[in-house]
């Protein structure tokens, strides 16, 4: 079940976790977010079985929680039965992409987010139905056919 992001915020407060920006705007975010009303949340410091990290957010918040090693990170990441968007941020290129090969999301951005209007977007595991945008989305309109013929 979603819940608000208001609601996420405070359940993550309560249980531990640290609000780093909330009711606040972000300079660098402003317009975006007061174009739709919407005020980001970052959430610091919620273990990784909390209702802030395990449930979807709908609305603008960002859950974060240490990890003691790259497979800890993934374990914590892949854990969740949603699986839309990931994002890795990383000095190193080579590690970021080596775990972004290991996450059960339908889009990872590495050291940026995932979404561009010519990827395909959608989800998977209980996040999203199928996929739009790009030429990835014409899939779900055809039906794909293999002819097999011995060679001439």
């Known amino acids: 079940m979603g819940h608000t992001f208001k609601d996420l915020v405070r359940r993550g407060q309560a249980a531990g976790g640290v609000p780093l920006v909330h009711g606040e705007l972000a300079s660098a975010f402003a317009h975006i977010i007061m174009l739709y009303r919407f005020y980001m949340a970052i959430v610091r410091g919620v273990g990784p079985k909390t209702t802030v990290m395990r449930e979807k957010a709908f609305g603008p918040v960002?859950?974060?929680?240490?990890?003691?090693s790259d497979d800890e990170a993934v374990a914590i990441a892949n854990s969740t039965r949603y699986g839309l968007t990931d994002q890795v941020y990383s000095r190193?290129?080579?590690?970021?992409?080596?775990?972004?090969?290991?996450?059960?999301?339908?889009?990872?951005?590495?050291?940026?987010?995932?979404?561009?209007?010519?990827?395909p977007f959608g989800g998977t595991k209980a996040s999203g139905l199928g996929r739009s945008g790009g030429t990835y989305?014409?899939?779900?309109y055809t039906e794909?056919?293999?002819?097999?013929?011995?060679?001439?």
């Open 62 to 68: 960002i859950r974060v929680t240490p990890a003691s």
């Open 92 to 119: 190193d290129l080579d590690a970021a992409r080596r775990i972004a090969a290991r996450l059960a999301a339908a889009q990872v951005g590495i050291n940026t987010c995932a979404r561009r209007g010519d990827l």
């Open 144 to 152: 794909l056919r293999a002819t097999v013929h011995p060679a001439d």
């Open 137 to 140: 989305a014409l899939a779900s």
